[in-house]
């Protein structure tokens, strides 16, 4: 067997010492064994270490710990949720702001200038104005948008 195979059964040594072998390399290390007195050894020093690590008392954790950790996890587990939940819920409101924006514009004409006003001949000035308010619209949206962003981010919690 050459130094390159001797060294890759060395690495499965420590696996089999905690039984993590498969079949093929335990019947692999068993058949190296054999033939290697330094890999028994070696193996024989794995199995101490593990013996004793076993005796150590296992550490156990108290109930305030444990539920100071648990909490911990459900807040990491919710932040992670509304995380990705945040970028739909952003463009939601964008698309409803531009949404409402253009749908009240007729409204908001027939109240100011009355049914009539759809009538008018100036096609450029209906769209000067319908441009004008969807432009005010899309921009109060973004700033509430942007609002709602730096006070999630000012209360800990991300945008």
Not at 136 to 149: D, E, F, N, Y
């Amino acid at each position: 067997m050459g130094v390159n195979e001797h060294d890759a059964m060395r690495e499965l040594i420590a696996l089999a010492a905690a039984d993590a072998l498969d079949e093929r390399e335990q019947a692999l290390l068993a058949e190296h064994l054999r033939h290697c007195q330094a890999c028994i050894a070696e193996l024989d020093e794995w199995r101490a270490l593990g013996r004793g690590l076993r005796r150590l008392p296992t550490p156990q954790v108290t109930p305030q710990v444990f539920e100071r950790t648990r909490q911990q996890m459900e807040l990491q587990l919710a932040t992670a949720k509304e995380n990705r939940l945040n970028p739909w819920l952003f463009g939601t409101l964008v698309l409803l702001s531009w949404t409402l924006t253009a749908a009240s514009w007729p409204v908001l004409r027939i109240l100011t200038q009355g049914a009539t006003s759809w009538m008018a001949t100036d096609i450029r000035g209906i769209w000067t104005g319908l441009l004008g308010y969807m432009v005010a619209g899309w921009a109060i949206g973004g700033v509430m948008v942007i609002a709602l962003a730096v006070k999630r981010a000012g209360t800990g919690r991300t945008a």
